[in-house]
């Protein structure tokens, strides 16, 4: 006898009716009529009597009624309880490349040593499969790097450090206070290939063409850099971990002296309930203590 059986003859039970039985269940009337003929012949005796109008149950079958519940029920709670035990003590934490590079998001290291006995789950994804991910139930909590949609609920946001031109030493604009997209738009520009997201919101801001920009590999942006004598366009967080001695960071002054940041969200799905470890998660990195740290919305 199977659980799915059990569930059938429920249903039909309930109905009293094999098509709108069928319906409910999401099944052909003669997958229906099949599965509960071989539960009959299994234990012997018939569940159901036919009539023009429907199916009606046999005594037999209204006898048992509770004992096809009780089972019922026994077998949805083990699956709660599997379910919670594969979620026990668990935080799956998801990012896109231009996060992971920073250096004031993620506070994974901070929240394992507070909380040693939770296995944590770290995966750098792009902005749009984050939220497919979100939606579908695979990840709980993440952060995103774009403007949130409304299926999201945002619990925090912060802002990634300030866009910088990256120069060798020997560049005319190397000894640069400042720079301007006047400035920039009189050289070849050299941007990070993971990055995606990021830089096309800076080809927009800046109103360049693709085609003055280049993409290079995180690794070789530097070396590129001196080689070409191209603007590289970074953030200052990114830029420390691949900095050398032969480059240098410059402010990127949009309009009027306003420097542009990213906007950075802490997002779950909307209306689902976290879990004890997500939600403890929320809070920590809530109250983290970042000046740029804005309330809840």
Do not use: W
Request: charged share 25%; glycine share 6%.
């Amino acid at each position: 006898m199977e659980i799915r059986q059990i569930q059938y003859f429920m249903q039909l039970f309930q109905d009293k009716n094999m098509t709108r039985a069928s319906k409910m269940l999401f099944i052909s009337q003669q997958g229906l009529s099949k599965s509960i003929h071989a539960l009959e012949t299994e234990i012997g005796f018939p569940l159901f009597n036919r009539t023009p109008g429907g199916v009606e149950p046999t005594a037999r079958a209204i006898s048992l009624y509770e004992y096809f519940v009780n089972v019922n029920e026994a077998y949805r709670e083990l699956n709660r309880a599997l379910q919670r035990e594969a979620n026990r003590k668990k935080l799956s934490v998801t990012v896109p490349p231009i996060v992971a590079f920073s250096d004031n998001v993620t506070h994974l290291n901070q929240y394992k040593q507070k909380y040693p006995e939770v296995e944590v789950e770290y995966k750098v994804l792009d902005n749009d499969t984050i939220i497919e991910r979100l939606l579908s139930g695979r990840y709980e909590v993440a952060y995103l790097g774009i403007v949130p949609p409304e299926t999201l609920d945002v619990h925090r946001k912060i802002s990634l450090y300030d866009f910088c031109a990256v120069v060798s030493r020997s560049h005319p604009l190397a000894g640069e206070k400042m720079i301007t997209p006047d400035m920039l738009g009189q050289y070849p520009l050299t941007v990070i290939d993971i990055f995606n997201d990021y830089n096309q919101y800076f080809m927009r801001q800046l109103k360049v063409s693709g085609g003055h920009v280049s993409k290079v590999n995180i690794l070789e942006f530097p070396d590129y850099i001196c080689l070409s004598g191209s603007v590289g366009i970074s953030i200052q967080s990114v830029f420390k971990r691949i900095k050398t001695e032969d480059v240098v960071s410059i402010p990127i002054i949009f309009h009027e002296g306003d420097r542009v940041c990213i906007e950075v969200s802490l997002v779950t799905a909307k209306g689902v309930v976290c879990s004890p470890e997500v939600e403890t998660f929320i809070e920590s990195e809530i109250a983290f203590g970042n000046p740029e740290i804005m309330e809840k919305s």
